[in-house]
């Protein structure tokens, strides 16, 4: 982490909105935009910046990240600490702009790379692609359609989940599959379905349950990895998720920031858990920081641009199969 730099530090806070490239749809929302909010530090002439894409099934929204962060604005301008943030805000996607806008200027200021100032191997990653619901004869041609990307997230709901997955595993049967259900089967449901998507090659499982209804799952052995993402928001959840789900989802906005990000990986590898990092659906700008926890990732989704109808400028380069390539300095980190 950064401590404040000794120079006079400005703080702006700005509104952006992304228009996706046509509507998105998960169990219970269908979005057409993602709002978020830009945090720029500024310090003798340098800049570092971050996104906040906030949480919407938490009422993280545009509006009270902007409130907390012009609450917090004053105190950063006179010099709070990076490492203080974490007494100031709550996890959520305001934390998450300003501890990643922390980072990025650090980075900025010194020359050095976030990931090399964390001494973490760096390598490109390669993205899933993410599938919205639909019918199972359009989910099946979304999946065709995308046949370039070895990896598909699909987003399913207790609407004939079977079905639509048997659907693309024919449309796709070389692909790499997970699903994830945000909160949207039963327990019940689950049993019924899980023997299906171990049958259909799917590599994982995620969130099927809502969350705070998951403690059925302690003791219950599924014949397919469980991912916790809605069940553990920050490292203040992870004992319990750790007993009940075998991947973690780490995501930014939800755990509020890199800072906190690393310390949920960290306990993740020391218990074997494998690990994913996810997305709020932001820019460029909200991945970059999010491809330094990918560095310890079997899952990635960082494809959040990909369904943007524009990005931010100096955005991520992603390569015809869902690589990503490092992050520009320019962009980020």
Known sequence: MHDAPLGPLKVEITKVSFPLKKPF?????????????????????????????GVYYLDDTVDTMMKQLEEVAPLVERGLSHES???????????????CAYWDLAAKETGVRVWERLSIPFKTRQTFFT?????????????????????????????????????????????RLIIDVNQGWTFDELQEYAPACAHLGIAMIEQPLPRGGDEALEGYRSPVPLGADESCLD????????????????????????SAGLTLA????????????????GSSL????????????????????????????????????????VPPAELWG
């Open 131 to 175: 599938i919205g619901i639909g019918s199972a004869d359009e989910m099946a041609r979304n999946a065709d359609a995308a046949g370039r990307y070895p990896n598909i997230k699909i987003k399913l709901d207790a609407d004939d989940p079977v079905g639509k997955l048997a659907a693309i595993r024919r449309a796709r049967p070389d692909a």
């Open 85 to 99: 943030l974490l007494d100031i805000l709550p996890a959520g996607g305001a934390r998450n702009a300003l501890d």
């Open 266 to 281: 960290g306990l993740a590898r020391r218990d074997g858990k494998q690990l994913m990092v996810g997305n709020m659906t």
């Open 25 to 53: 749809t998960i169990t219970g929302h269908t979005f057409t935009e993602t709002d978020a909010v830009h945090v720029t530090l500024t310090a003798d002439g340098v800049s570092g910046r971050g996104e906040g894409n």
């Open 286 to 325: 909200s991945m970059a920081p999010s491809y330094v926890i990918a560095q310890f990732c079997d899952f990635v989704d960082i494809d959040g641009p990909l369904l943007l109808a524009a990005d931010v400028d100096a955005a991520l380069a992603y390569g015809p199969d869902g690589t990503v390539e």
């Open 235 to 258: 490292a203040s959840e992870y004992a319990a998720a750790a007993r009940r789900y075998d991947v973690i989802n780490i995501k930014l906005d939800k755990c509020g920031g890199l």
